[in-house]
């Protein structure tokens, strides 16, 4: 599967954000979905994820409540919802797939996803 991140930007602290992923090259809904960024200089981290049928949603203590994942297996689209974005969300956001034989599973390690997109970068100015 191919990916594609896209929504990032240029944001003051307290705005808010929509980030798409667009996925092509095999059945969408067979795949869990994540979020991961990467901030100047450091690792990167887990921000959020959803199983297969988007019933289950996981995110990061630093996110949760901010941000809210999505995805529509209709138009083969993951998305990530940012609101009272903070300088420190500053980061390059990277979208990610794996497959997954059951519907309820969805997985918050990075070396657990094997598909991953480009990266959007997103900047919050205080």
């Known amino acids: 599967v191919q990916l594609q991140a896209s929504g990032g930007g240029l944001v003051q602290a307290g705005g808010s954000l929509r980030l798409s992923c667009a996925a092509s090259?095999?059945?969408?809904?067979?795949?869990?979905m994540g979020w991961f960024r990467q901030a100047p200089g450091k690792e990167r981290e887990f921000v959020a994820a959803?199983?297969?049928?988007?019933?289950?949603?996981y995110y990061a203590d630093s996110v949760k409540g901010r941000f809210t994942i999505s995805r529509d297996n209709a138009k083969n689209t993951m998305y990530l919802q940012m609101n009272n974005l903070k300088p420190e969300d500053t980061a390059v956001y990277y979208c990610?797939?794996?497959?997954?034989?059951?519907?309820?599973?969805?997985?918050?390690?990075?070396?657990?996803?094997?598909?991953w997109g480009q990266g959007t970068l997103v900047t919050v100015s205080s």
């Open positions: 959803i199983n297969r049928n988007g019933g289950r949603t």
């Open positions: 990610a797939a794996v497959y997954t034989y059951s519907s309820s599973t969805y997985r918050s390690s990075e070396s657990e996803y094997d598909y």
């Open positions: 090259g095999r059945t969408f809904s067979s795949y869990a």
